[in-house]
């Protein structure tokens, strides 16, 4: 089919039609999912952090145990393994994804209860090593979701099922952070000491319990439709096909559009994230409280993101993934530009309020296009490790100019750096221009016409 059709059979949804796709099995199927993929993220990140410092770790080496986050950047490694290689015994019983899914999800709940059982003010090292397992299990399982939602719809659902996703993702990140915060609050025995193990303990049980839900999604799915897989004659062939053919394939099909296709995957979200390390910073130094922060920022602000992502979902459907991913870029500058006003205003929780609002609205109308887009690239042969591949590379470098952010606050102020944060999203809307010019959207997994 070629792109102008399919361009074509997305404007021709009505509004009624694009609206029931988030009641259909496979989207639904994708919230549940998303929450499996978005709990373990702050567990060991974020929630993490929190908790070890509680613990009296001084805040160097928490920083430094945020490098545990980078297996969800180098993921394209092990994805041609996720991508073709059998797990004995599960891959029969329950097909080539969802044995992945479930062998991930298991690691995930082993790593968390690990977690849960270690007291990082006695031995630290545990905590660290069950924080890598759940954040390997953690990106093998976004490496086997990727390729199961790819392959349960085509091209013109992609971007219902990235909303869906993004829904569940994102609710599971208010339970993991909002939430597991408030259950350690709740177990704390009365009158103890500012840090209490049992209480933590409680909370990551509870965390790796609330795994169950991706669990029980899986075991209840349906297995995509096998694709065939080409034969590999010896060990050497059994690995140019594994981990080389799913990189080549994608040269092969894009030539030249590929590097401004790499290029744009590569920045598409940078402004976000080299901000938003320096969020939480500023947010205290301008005198936020706690539980404001908490209530906007945790809760309300993963509300607007869903709501963002849902927009998103139905524009793309309605206007095509290119112009939304245009759209996108553009609110994601502008509203980095808003921080900027917000350090004027001083510790003001109605203005913290419109800005959250306009900037996760923004970010979620954005993630929806972008892995509505991202999937359109993807050769359904090798949609683990290409989406694996795309995915990674949209983190390396913002998450490297990020490391930098703090040096460059403490340089020349909150103001400025919002506002260079704002300007990194030109070449971004550029790319975007020159992306949609070159190398339309294809149907997933459709050659591209030269």
Excluded: H
């Excluded at 439709?225 to 394939?249: G, R, V, Y």
């Excluded at 609205?361 to 359109?376: D, E, H, P």
Aim: glycine share 8%; with cysteine; proline share 4%.
């Amino acid at each position: 089919m070629s792109t102008s059709t399919s361009s074509n059979s997305a404007v021709a949804l009505s509004w009624r039609q694009s609206f029931k796709v988030y009641l259909e099995a496979p989207t639904l199927r994708m919230l549940a999912l998303g929450f499996s993929a978005g709990l373990p993220l702050l567990l060991v990140l974020g929630t993490l952090s929190f908790r070890l410092r509680e613990a009296g770790i001084d805040r160097a080496t928490i920083g430094f145990l945020t490098w545990v986050g980078l297996a969800y950047g180098f993921k394209w490694c092990w994805a041609p393994l996720v991508d073709r290689l059998p797990i004995p015994l599960l891959t029969r019983w329950l097909g080539r994804r969802r044995s992945w899914l479930l062998l991930s999800q298991l690691a995930i709940i082993g790593g968390l209860i690990g977690m849960a059982v270690s007291d990082p003010k006695l031995a630290l090292m545990p905590v660290v090593w069950c924080a890598l397992v759940v954040a390997f299990g953690s990106a093998t399982q976004d490496i086997a979701l990727d390729a199961y939602r790819i392959e349960s719809a085509d091209a013109d659902r992609q971007a219902a099922l990235a909303a869906a996703y993004q829904t569940g993702y994102r609710l599971a990140m208010i339970w993991a952070g909002a939430g597991v915060l408030w259950i350690a609050a709740r177990a704390e025995v009365a009158n103890a000491a500012n840090y209490d193990p049992l209480a933590w303990r409680t909370a990551y049980l509870c965390m790796a319990a609330s795994m169950g839900v991706g669990i029980l999604t899986v075991l209840l799915s349906p297995e995509p439709a096998a694709k065939a897989l080409a034969p590999a004659k010896n060990m050497q062939d059994w690995l140019l096909i594994t981990l080389i053919e799913p990189f080549s394939d994608f040269f092969k099909r894009y030539k030249w559009q590929a590097a401004l296709i790499l290029a744009l995957i590569a920045v598409y979200r940078i402004s976000d994230i080299v901000m938003g390390v320096m969020a939480n910073p500023f947010y205290v130094d301008m005198g936020f409280t706690k539980d404001q922060v908490a209530g906007v920022t945790k809760v309300y602000g993963v509300i607007m993101t869903l709501v963002g992502a849902f927009i998103g979902g139905i524009l793309s459907m309605r206007l095509g993934v290119m112009r939304v991913l245009m759209l996108g870029a553009l609110l994601s500058a502008v509203s980095n530009l808003l921080f900027a006003w917000l350090g004027s205003q001083g510790a003001n929780v109605n203005a913290l309020i419109w800005v959250i609002s306009a900037d996760n609205l923004s970010s979620g109308i954005a993630s929806a296009a972008f892995i509505a887009y991202l999937s359109s690239l993807t050769n359904i042969q090798y949609s683990a490790t290409q989406y694996a591949l795309f995915s990674s590379l949209m983190l390396l470098l913002p998450k490297f100019l990020a490391g930098f952010s703090g040096q460059v606050v403490n340089s020349v102020g909150y103001a400025q750096f919002f506002t260079g944060t704002a300007l990194l999203g030109l070449p971004v809307i550029a790319l975007v221009f020159l992306a949609n010019r070159y190398t339309p959207v294809q149907k997933t997994g459709e050659t591209p016409s030269s």
